[in-house]
């Protein structure tokens, strides 16, 4: 790797030249590492700005083999982490909170994994980052910090929050938790997502700006979340309760959402300001 010839375009542009290539194709830094030592330096934060730690035999997801070992000197890059698991009796504790503990810089994090894997490192590793962005089964924490006689604010950067797996969730509790939070999504069946979000609309007043409903679509295999506009499931009177549905490949819309794609929050965001604007009717 060097840098003995001078590049032919102004830095900027070759800069932008050669990221184009690495979103096109992520398979391609093993090659645009070793053009030159600046080329290297541009593309591997990008290359490491989203990274998927799956056990699920799911569809294939960039980043799906990394391991921690990549994350020793690379970690830092990492805005966006996914660890995704839900095999029943597997233990991957230590790899669970040793994934947070190397990505100090993440701006969105992603816990799908089982509830016993709340253990004293996750949780403490999950209380030292900024986020913004959240996505976890809140049930499992809970107890976690109770074991550890946590009462105090538990993220008060974040403001987008998805509770997956949602049962019993108590919104004056979440805005103790997230108190700068405007967006909230909840996941599930039945009548329980939809009367949080509704008293979660009440305690929150005018901060909660959208409250998204998170339907799962069995077989369907599309990956950006949609409006549902069937009037059945429009049953809180408030612009900013949004009904979506996303089809199985849900780490796909989790990846393409945090990509700058047409993820749960944009889906909803637009939803919203066409309701108020009167283009639509939910």
């Known amino acids: 790797m060097t840098d003995s010839s001078q590049p032919i375009f102004p830095p900027e ?7 184009f290539a ?4 992520l398979k391609l830094v093993g090659t645009l590492v070793l053009v030159a030592k600046r080329v290297h330096d541009w593309v591997i934060p990008r290359f490491y700005e ?14 799906r083999s990394l391991s921690l070992q990549h994350l020793a000197g690379n970690g830092k890059h990492v805005r966006h982490l996914l660890l995704h698991d839900h095999s029943p009796g597997r233990r991957l504790d230590d790899h669970f909170s040793g994934c947070i503990d190397r990505c100090p810089n993440l701006c969105s994090l992603g816990l799908w994994i089982p509830d016993n894997s709340f253990t004293p490192g996750l949780v403490g590793g999950l209380l030292r980052l900024r986020l913004k962005y959240l996505s976890f089964d809140i049930s499992g924490l809970v107890p976690a910090l109770e074991k550890q006689g946590v009462s105090t604010v538990l993220l008060p950067t974040v403001t987008h ?11 004056h509790l979440v805005k103790s938790y997230f108190p ?10 039945g009548n329980t997502p939809i009367t949080v979000l509704r008293d979660a609309l009440d305690v929150f007043g005018d901060q909660l700006e959208v409250a998204i409903w998170y339907l799962w679509n069995a077989g369907d295999t599309k990956t950006s979340p949609r ?3 069937t009037s059945k499931y429009i049953i809180v009177d408030d612009p900013r309760f949004v009904v979506l549905r996303y089809g199985a490949n849900f780490a796909n819309t989790w990846h393409e959402g945090v990509k700058g794609g047409l993820g749960i929050w944009k ?4 939803a919203v300001q066409a309701r108020r604007l009167g283009t639509i009717v939910l």
Do not use: M, N, W
Request: no cysteine.
């Open 13 to 19: 542009l070759e800069e932008v030249i050669f990221l």
């Open 22 to 25: 690495l979103q096109d194709d």
């Open 180 to 189: 700068a939070l405007t967006h909230l999504a909840l996941t599930g069946i």
């Open 50 to 63: 989203v990274v998927i730690f799956r056990y699920a035999s799911e569809p294939h997801i960039p980043h």
């Open 267 to 270: 889906a909803a965001e637009e």
């Open 161 to 171: 929050l998805e509770l997956i797996g949602a049962t019993k969730v108590d919104p």
């Open 227 to 229: 409006v549902e506009r």
